[in-house]
């Protein structure tokens, strides 16, 4: 088979794992090969808009497991395919040099044993770091049951590691992944949380201790494929960054590959908003300082398809706005839909200088489309807008429907659900209103 | 510098090197000639104001540096250097006003962003840091010979910004990225580069083996593509049209909003 043959099997069989960020670490050129840079970097963007950062590929697709939603499961029968260390190695070198890529991602199906399976994947990294030098961004996967030396030494030799913890919750791992198990996932990645944690301590003492995955730990876990509610995996991801100090749980629309009684049909659509809405509630956890269940409920379950998270919170919270543009804390300004941390910066930047007014944000770049149902500058709301749930929830849900979200069958289903608010006379009132001020 | 009592208005012409630039400011303080515009003599066009041709001096552009880095401080004068590698059109007179209010204003005036001329200056350079951080990545070698060329097209004249990472990173490769736009190049070795201002070059050609590493690239990015997840529009605002002719993975690529055939 020719090295051509072999990238297309191994790609495509590794397409599916959502993680490619290059992020996370910071490293300086050492005079040899390559650097990392801790914004990341994107090459280029797939047909489907993703970035392309890491050469992609499983090491093998040959694989003893059978996980029910997985193309390359042992029942399958697809071609299969098998890089040596070697050429995994020279390939990555040969796309680097060329800035095709940040560097490499390395995953696998499980051959004879994960143990044996990470010391493959392991040779591979060795080449490039020890042989050649490479000092560019690499991201390994541990696999489900690796013990803890292995994980140590790739550890070293990496700059994230990664378990997937593949589904939302056990009943579902157990059933879907019968060869994985909860303990196979979670104990690898406590041992990943202790050993950062160590090496952070020892490189306090002495400055060249070995840094272990300096970028840290991720996971990612498919969604649509078991149904666990929206708040449950919303609370299992918070759950992971503060126990496991995690720096991002990645979610993955489930694609059906496979027909099985215990999946979806295979002409079901991948949950694509779904998956959006809650890389969103996930951002407001990492960066915004909301918790899961500020964002969604038991009773609540389900993120609005109409509406995105922080929207959504902040109709459900209206007794909190609107705020002061002029006077109100970072944190709150942080709160209201459409404004942004590098808004939020701005405005507290901006607001020392002069006081603000609806002209002064437009010239910030603040986007007010959303945020005009929630501020006042210097006590006044924008000019024809008036701060009411009603009236806010009303043109919220309409915009979102021009966004460039093609809504899933399944998904406008859900649409029911959600009760539209009712067009009442004030409001139609006040819209003639301002047609007549237009013209 | 006082404020001064222009009363004729003119065009300045300069050699647009930012020295040039500086004189320009010097000369707005030290001649009562208020400039209309500042025109780069490489682009400038006759018209019926009167033209002050501005001499470049590097002991005024130095005194004018000075001024700058001791009243508005390094930030700002960081700031307006890399102003000028902008697009922005017409950028020397707003970088002028915001010299002038800087020296007014102190260095917080980079947080007059309701200022026309600070928020449009802040508009230009953050542009400026967006596309030379996806230059990070749009930058494709190819090897000819023991050398790695590139040609790029950005809209901002990126290469000063740019030039530091890829020294760093590919420190054991002698490289050569070529911006046709704004005719210059960075040509480094062994960590030492240079930038240089190039006329016509002529980039060597590509090599069948180079072709080959090409095509393997190219296939990896045709397999890693979900097409259940298609989403042209999406590639389209990360990745515009008008970087593709450098990409090798996008020669043959069709912008089309319909999923490909299958075969
Ligand atoms: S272990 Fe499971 S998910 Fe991984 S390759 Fe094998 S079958 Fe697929």
Redesign the interface.
């Known amino acids: 088979m020719n090295m051509y043959e072999k990238l297309t099997i191994l790609t495509d069989a590794a397409k599916y794992d959502v993680a490619c960020t290059s992020s996370g670490v910071s490293r300086a050129g050492n005079g040899g090969l390559g650097s990392a840079a801790a914004a990341g970097i994107c090459h280029s963007w797939s047909a489907d808009g993703r970035c392309i950062s890491l050469l992609k590929v499983l090491f093998t697709n040959y694989c003893s497991y059978d996980c029910a939603y997985c193309i390359n499961r042992k029942s399958n029968d697809v071609p299969r395919a098998a890089f040596t260390p070697r050429e995994l190695a020279d390939l990555t070198i040969e796309f680097y040099r060329r800035n095709y890529i940040e560097g490499l991602f390395i995953s696998s199906g499980v051959i004879k044993s994960p143990d044996y399976t990470m010391e493959q994947m392991i040779k591979a990294v060795r080449i490039l770091r020890e042989e050649y030098g490479f000092n560019g961004y690499i991201h390994s996967k541990i696999i489900p049951g690796t013990s803890p030396e292995l994980i140590e030494i790739m550890g070293t030799l990496v700059d994230r590691v990664s378990v997937n913890i593949e589904l939302p919750s056990e009943k579902s791992l157990n059933m879907l992944a019968p060869d994985k198990s909860r303990t196979n996932i979670f104990l690898p990645m406590g041992k990943i949380t202790e050993q950062k944690e160590i090496s952070a301590r020892n490189i306090v003492r002495y400055r060249h201790a070995p840094k272990f995955a300096p970028a840290g730990q991720s996971t990612q876990m498919i969604i649509g494929a078991s149904n666990e509610t929206d708040f449950h995996i919303l609370r299992l991801s918070q759950a992971l960054y503060d126990k496991y100090k995690l720096k991002r749980v990645f979610f993955s629309a489930y694609i059906p590959m496979n027909n099985d009684r215990l999946l979806p049909s295979l002409d079901t659509k991948p949950p694509l908003l779904r998956e959006h809405r809650l890389y969103q509630a996930d951002w407001l956890l990492r960066f915004y300082g909301f918790r899961a269940e500020e964002i969604l409920s038991e009773e609540n379950s389900m993120f609005n398809p109409l509406l995105d998270p922080k929207c959504n919170w902040a109709l459900n919270n209206m007794h909190m706005f609107p705020i002061e543009i002029n006077t109100a804390p970072y944190e709150m300004l942080l709160r209201v839909p459409g404004i942004g941390v590098t808004g939020a910066r701005k405005i507290i930047r901006a607001r020392k200088m002069a006081h603000l007014d609806f002209d002064g944000l437009k010239k910030l770049g603040i986007v007010l489309k959303r945020a005009q149902y929630f501020i006042t500058c210097k006590g006044k709301a924008m000019p024809y807008v008036t701060i009411d749930k009603q009236h806010a929830t009303l043109m919220l849900t309409s915009d979102s429907a021009k966004d460039n979200f093609k809504i899933t069958a399944e998904e406008t289903n859900q649409l029911s659900f959600f009760d539209m608010p009712q067009l009442n006379d004030r409001f139609i009132h006040k819209q003639n209103e301002r047609m007549v001020i237009n013209v | 510098m006082s404020e001064l009592n222009h009363t004729q208005q003119v065009i300045y012409v300069y050699d647009g090197s930012f020295e040039g630039f500086l004189c320009c400011i010097y000369n707005y303080y030290y001649n009562r000639l208020k400039p209309v515009q500042i025109a780069s003599h490489m682009n400038f066009v006759p018209s019926f104001y009167d033209n002050l041709m501005i001499e470049t001096d590097f002991e005024q552009a130095y005194r004018v540096r000075f001024a700058i880095e001791e009243k508005i401080g390094h930030y700002n004068l960081k700031f307006l250097t890399e102003c000028f590698y902008t697009c922005l059109e017409e950028k020397e007179m707003y970088m002028l006003r915001y010299v002038i209010k800087g020296f007014k204003t102190g260095p917080?005036i980079k947080?007059?962003?309701?200022d026309?001329d600070v928020?449009i200056l802040t508009?230009a350079h953050r542009h400026l840091e967006r596309e030379s951080?996806?230059f990070?990545?749009?930058?494709?070698?190819?090897?000819a010979g023991d050398v790695?060329v590139?040609k790029i097209e950005p809209k901002n004249c990126i290469l000063p910004l740019i030039a530091s990472?890829?020294?760093?990173?590919?420190?054991?490769?002698q490289f050569m990225i070529y911006d046709a736009v704004h005719k210059q190049a960075v040509i480094s070795m062994n960590?030492n580069y240079h930038i240089v201002n190039v006329e016509d070059i002529q980039l060597p050609p590509v090599s069948e083996d180079e072709k080959q590493?090409q095509?393997?690239?190219k296939?990896?990015?045709?397999?890693?593509?979900?097409?259940?997840?298609?989403?042209?529009?999406?590639?389209m605002?990360?990745?515009p049209k008008r970087v593709w002719v450098n990409?090798p993975?996008?020669q043959g690529?069709e912008n089309t909003t319909n999923l490909?055939q299958e075969v």
């Not at chain 2, 947080?111 to 309701?114: E, F, S, V, Y």
């Not at chain 2, 990070?136 to 090897?143: E, H, I, S, W």
């Not at chain 2, 296939?219 to 590639?235: L, Q, V």
Request: proline share 3%.
């Open positions: 917080r947080d007059m962003l309701t026309n928020s508009k951080h996806h990070l990545g749009f930058v494709r070698f190819y090897k790695y590139s990472h890829f020294a760093q990173r590919f420190a054991n490769q960590r590493m095509r393997l690239w296939n990896f990015y045709d397999t890693i593509a979900i097409k259940e997840r298609f989403n042209p529009k999406c590639r605002n990360f990745m990409l993975e996008m690529e490909p």
